[in-house]
Structure formats: structure tokens, C-alpha cells
């Protein structure tokens, strides 16, 4: 039986919370029993955001990630509180409002902290990937509708094709894979991997000139690992660097004009070689 499961790009995401505004808007002061009670308006959040910033200025990146319900194949809330987390065929859990009121317990069912306490209503709660509008025929639940870049899509595939999708694109969880979650992000690198970045120029009549298409070759341990070419302002970046893996030299040639190359170390920050000059 094929499966919903969520797909996110931390590429394409801008951060602009329509996402979040849309789960608020959907389910504050809405009551879609039995699948759900209102969401509270304030401090309760079914989708939460985080954000991560690398480099420093000029260099540098911010990325975000939605983070919601995992709706777990092998769901611990589910082994934690039988009666009231329930698995549907479709792969979507629900936690049901009648078992949730009253019953703050549940909020700790969840390892991963998807659970919430719903003050107004006094009821623990957590995503139902919109199961209401899914069940009148919608193929997305709001968020992933609302989000201008599709950014987040929402796949509907048996486990063998989406495992093939994960392997595929590259895909990773943000919770152990015992507990098969159904939420999987690509370009997770912006949140835990460290980029090499700088820029390339020369000298023309003692003017500083961008090295634009210059050939940038990335070098550990004698042997090339990626190559790229400066853009228009002489800019380059090699991504995904693990941390403290050590030395890297950055070997840049601009035909016609001369090279250069400068050694680094990564360890647990990106680095920015500045501007460099090929002479
Ligand atoms: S993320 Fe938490 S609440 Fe959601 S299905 Fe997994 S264990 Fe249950
Ligand atoms: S709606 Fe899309 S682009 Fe906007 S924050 Fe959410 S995931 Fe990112």
C-alpha cells in the first residue's frame, strides 16, 4: 500500500514561515474531529523552524527546515501509547483527541519532541498531515501547499520506491531510521557541513579585476575531489566538507592570466581564503 511522506529541500527553502502560517490557519479555531481538536493560537506549534547560518560576511549562508511529526513507521509514541497514536494504512499517525484530553503524559510518548500541550483545549497534540483534507481527496496537506518554492512535497509511494527515492536523491532523516520516519530532507549539508569559499582576482593596471571562469580545482591528499569555476565577481565555494577532514588546497587557474593556490584546514567551521590574486 503505497504511503504519504514529506520531502523537503533545504536548497530551495527562503524561510518565509508560509509553512507555519498555514498549519496556524488551517487548524487554529478549526475543530476537524475526530481527527483533531483546534490548534492553540499562541505558543503551540504543530510544524516548528529552524535555522542555521554558516560563514561570515561576505561569505556566508543561512538555511531553514520545517521540522513536524515524522508519522514513523515503526512509531515509538505508537509503542509508548498504544490506545491513543494510532498508524493508519496510509502511513499517516494520528493522535487521537479523545485519548490526548486531559492527558499531558503523552506529550513525552514522542522521543522526538512532536507532541504538544494544547493549553486552551488541555489536550496533547501534534501534525495529522491535514489527514481531514486527504481524506476529501487533497494530494498535499496546507503547508506543503502553501509553500511558494515548493520547497516541501508531499509523496505518495510504496516503501521500496521511497527508499530508492532516499537513495537516489540523497535524502536524510532528522531522527534515527529505526523508527522509519516518513519526513526526509535534501541538502542537509547547510545545517551540519562546512563550505570552502573565496574569490579570485588579478591585477590590470594596478586595478583589481574578478577572476570570472577562472578553474578552481579542490586537492586532499594529492588527488582531486571537486572542481568548479569562479562566477561573474571571481566567487567560488566548494560545499559539503565534513567536518575536521583536514587539509584542502584550492588550486585556481585563469588562462591566459596565471594561477595561484592556497592551503586550508576544515574543522569545524566553513572557511573563507578571502581574496586571492593569480599572478
Ligand atoms: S515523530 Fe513522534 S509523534 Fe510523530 S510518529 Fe514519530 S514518534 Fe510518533
Ligand atoms: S513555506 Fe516553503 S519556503 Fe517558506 S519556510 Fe516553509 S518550506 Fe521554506
Not at 529541500?9 to 498555514?22: E, F, N, P, Q, R
Request: charged share 30%.
Amino acid at each position: 500500500m503505497k504511503k504519504w511522506h514529506i520531502v523537503f529541500d533545504a536548497d530551495k527553502c527562503i524561510g518565509c514561515y508560509s509553512c507555519l502560517l498555514s498549519c496556524k490557519d488551517e487548524h487554529v479555531g478549526n475543530c476537524w474531529l475526530p481527527y483533531a481538536d483546534r490548534q492553540q493560537k499562541k505558543d503551540q506549534k504543530w510544524i516548528g523552524m529552524e535555522r542555521k547560518e554558516r560563514g561570515a560576511y561576505p561569505r556566508m549562508d543561512l538555511a531553514y527546515r520545517p521540522t513536524l511529526c515524522n508519522h514513523c513507521g515503526n512509531a515509538p509514541c505508537v509503542k509508548n501509547a498504544p490506545d491513543a497514536f494510532k498508524k493508519r494504512e496510509d502511513g499517516i499517525v494520528i493522535l487521537d483527541p479523545a485519548h490526548a484530553q486531559g492527558a499531558p503524559e503523552l506529550v513525552k510518548a514522542c522521543p522526538y519532541g512532536r507532541v504538544s500541550w494544547n493549553e486552551e483545549i488541555g489536550a496533547a497534540q501534534k501534525c495529522t498531515l491535514c489527514a481531514h483534507l486527504i481524506d476529501e481527496g487533497w494530494q498535499e496537506p496546507r503547508c506543503v501547499q502553501a509553500c511558494p518554492l515548493k520547497a516541501l512535497r508531499a509523496v505518495k509511494l510504496e516503501d521500496p520506491q521511497f527508499e530508492k527515492l532516499v537513495a537516489d536523491k540523497g535524502l536524510r532523516a532528522l531522527i534515527p531510521e529505526s523508527s522509519r520516519p516518513r519526513v526526509y530532507y535534501k541538502n542537509l549539508h547547510r545545517f551540519d557541513k562546512h563550505f570552502i569559499a573565496g574569490e579570485i582576482a588579478y591585477l590590470e593596471n594596478d586595478e583589481d579585476v574578478c577572476a570570472k571562469n577562472a578553474d578552481i580545482r579542490l586537492v586532499k591528499d594529492g588527488a582531486e575531489c571537486a572542481r568548479t569555476k569562479t562566477n561573474p565577481y571571481g566567487d567560488f565555494r566548494f560545499d559539503a566538507l565534513e567536518s575536521a577532514s583536514g587539509e584542502y588546497t584550492v588550486e585556481a587557474e585563469l588562462p591566459g592570466r596565471g594561477n595561484v593556490s592556497v592551503t586550508v584546514r576544515v574543522e569545524d567551521a566553513c572557511v573563507d581564503i578571502g581574496t586571492v590574486y593569480v599572478t
